[in-house]
């Protein structure tokens, strides 16, 4: 990416290998995303569908994909994520009975046909996009009319702990960048969505020091990959500074570390059909989905 890119734009080969190099123990720490994930599919319990085709976008390691499966048994699912390692471990761990694809894409650019898709579920991952607007754009693209998008992102109480602490320590970017639930709120409406609903649940995971956080974020690929990030390994005496800030939220003998999760479902209206020579209207095609 160019210098000229705004600070908080999400340098998405920064964003590939921070997943790709955590793919293998993933699982083993994601225990907020599994959570949130499973939450988010048991609000499916609200809606009547019958989905023939679910897209699962940001995949990851399928924990979220083999749920979706045992739910709808008939439906065919297509994971989706940025980064193939990711996808290589939900292949390894589908059941044999599932009936999985497999897709390495990006969320700004679906290589997917237009109004193929009937819910399209997006655990924790838009987050990553530098365009909201343009995600949403695509997700109503692929969603056939009447599809449902389900979705939870980060807020931008997320991580607060460590950005303050950061603060004492310089003036760089180390925290990513979260949007708020209203703005993702007016996006669903610019987009055409019908029926958006939202609602933001906070958590928090505690730690006995800094350093763990530090290492869970990593292990889970959840490292900042904006463009104005501070670059470089911490040195000692940083981090050590970093450690003597975050000691002033310690409670009860533990550090927290607060999530501000965003969850929202909506409707889609269908496509924007494109103008035909003939008077008539047509769709584009892209590129259906690809196994890596």
Not at 47 to 68: A, Y
Not at 114 to 121: E, F, G, P
Not at 129 to 146: I, K, S, T, W
């Amino acid at each position: 990416m160019s210098s000229g890119n705004p600070p908080f734009f999400m340098e998405k080969r920064a964003v590939r290998r921070a997943f790709e190099q955590a793919a293998a123990g993933y699982e083993t720490s994601a225990v907020l995303q599994d959570q949130v994930g499973a939450q988010l599919i048991e609000r499916l319990d609200l809606v009547k569908l019958e989905p023939q085709w679910i897209l699962d976008m940001g995949s990851g390691t399928g924990l979220q994909s083999r749920r979706l499966n045992r739910r709808y048994p008939r439906a065919r699912l297509l994971a989706l994520d940025l980064a193939s390692n990711m996808l290589q471990q939900a292949r390894r761990r589908k059941g044999w009975r599932q009936r999985q694809y497999f897709c390495q894409g990006d969320a700004e650019d679906l290589p997917l046909a237009t109004a193929s898709i009937d819910l399209l579920y997006a655990n924790m991952s838009i987050q990553w996009c530098n365009d909201l607007d343009q995600v949403l754009r695509e997700f109503a693209r692929v969603l056939r009319p009447g599809g449902l998008l389900m979705f939870s992102t980060l807020g931008p109480d997320t991580l607060k702990e460590l950005r303050q602490a950061f603060a004492a320590v310089d003036d760089q970017s180390h925290v990513s960048h979260f949007i708020d639930m209203h703005d993702i709120g007016d996006a669903l409406v610019r987009q055409g969505y019908e029926m958006p609903v939202l609602d933001v649940e906070h958590y928090q995971l505690t730690y006995v020091a800094v350093d763990d956080l530090l290492r869970d974020l990593r292990n889970i690929g959840a490292t900042n990959a904006a463009a104005g990030r501070a670059r470089g390994l911490l040195t000692p005496r940083r981090l050590q500074a970093l450690r003597q800030a975050y000691e002033g939220f310690r409670a009860d003998g533990r550090l927290p570390a607060t999530y501000e999760v965003v969850y929202g479902h909506a409707w889609s209206s269908g496509p924007r059909a494109l103008p035909r020579e003939d008077g008539g209207v047509a769709f584009p095609l892209i590129q259906r989905h690809r196994r890596p």
